[in-house]
T-cell receptor, first 114, second 117 residues
Framework: SQQGEEDPQALSIQEGENATMNCSYKTSINNLQWYRQNSGRGLVHLILIRSNEREKHSGRLRVTLDTSKKSSSLLITASRAADTASYFCATAYRESNSGYALNFGKGTSLLVTP | GAVVSQHPSRVICKSGTSVKIECRSLDFQATTMFWYRQFPKQSLMLMATSNEGSKATYEQGVEKDKFLINHASLTLSTLTVTSAHPEDSSFYIC?????????????FGPGTRLLVL
């Protein structure tokens, strides 16, 4: 399995600022996904970027992928207090003949203050 | 979007008892469901993968006799923590996926917090 590693572990910014989180992984991937988790809650899928893509946008989210460096970044622009959450990257790996499983990184805890 | 529910959301039990956690896909049929475990301020660790009608595939280090998984229908998977001990206290999250393609999104339940006294 491959473990994604996010940095920073914790990030504190003010509303309106941009937040950038990075993720590194170890082996080849088919795709990389970013998830958000509010404290004590389940995960919400944010965005998926395939290995042949370099950049993807979704609303205020921008994800980049550099397969040569085995890294990805998640940028949240014009952050809001409601963006406060933990963000995880996850890489998909083949777990059986039936499909793929996800390997999650350690996460970045984002705090956005008003 | 697709909704996955978990029940109960929180459970406290005595050491030695068994606890069953349900994971349901409410508006879609899930061929595959996953069970994760998350300790405070840590990442999700995959425990097992279950496909409807077949035995679950457990990750290395996860005791299959302790964590019993049943995926009897396309909308329900259960995780039973048998003879629970305090070290089993954790946040258990399930996810469900429609198909087996790598691009398929996993939809996560809200999690179940287990506290074993």
């Amino acid at each position: 399995s491959q473990q994604g590693e996010e940095d920073p572990q914790a990030l504190s910014i003010q509303e309106g600022e941009n937040a950038t989180m990075n993720c590194s992984y170890k082996t080849s991937i088919n795709n990389l996904q970013w998830y958000r988790q509010n404290s004590g809650r389940g995960l919400v899928h944010l965005i998926l970027i395939r290995s042949n893509e370099r950049e993807k946008h979704s609303g205020r989210l921008r994800v980049t992928l550099d397969t040569s460096k085995k890294s990805s970044s998640l940028l949240i622009t014009a952050s809001r207090a409601a963006d406060t959450a933990s963000y995880f990257c996850a890489t998909a790996y083949r777990e059986s003949n039936s499909g793929y499983a996800l390997n999650f990184g350690k996460g970045t805890s984002l705090l956005v203050t008003p | 979007g697709a909704v996955v529910s978990q029940h109960p959301s929180r459970v406290i039990c005595k050491s030695g008892t068994s606890v069953k956690i349900e994971c349901r896909s409410l508006d879609f049929q899930a061929t595959t469901m996953f069970w994760y475990r998350q300790f405070p301020k840590q990442s999700l660790m995959l425990m097992a993968t279950s496909n409807e009608g077949s035995k679950a595939t457990y990750e290395q280090g996860v005791e299959k006799d302790k964590f019993l998984i049943n995926h009897a229908s396309l909308t329900l998977s259960t995780l039973t923590v048998t003879s629970a001990h305090p070290e089993d206290s954790s946040f258990y999250i399930c996810s469900a996926r429609v198909g087996g393609r790598v691009q398929e999104t996993q939809y996560f339940g809200p999690g179940t917090r287990l506290l074993v006294l």
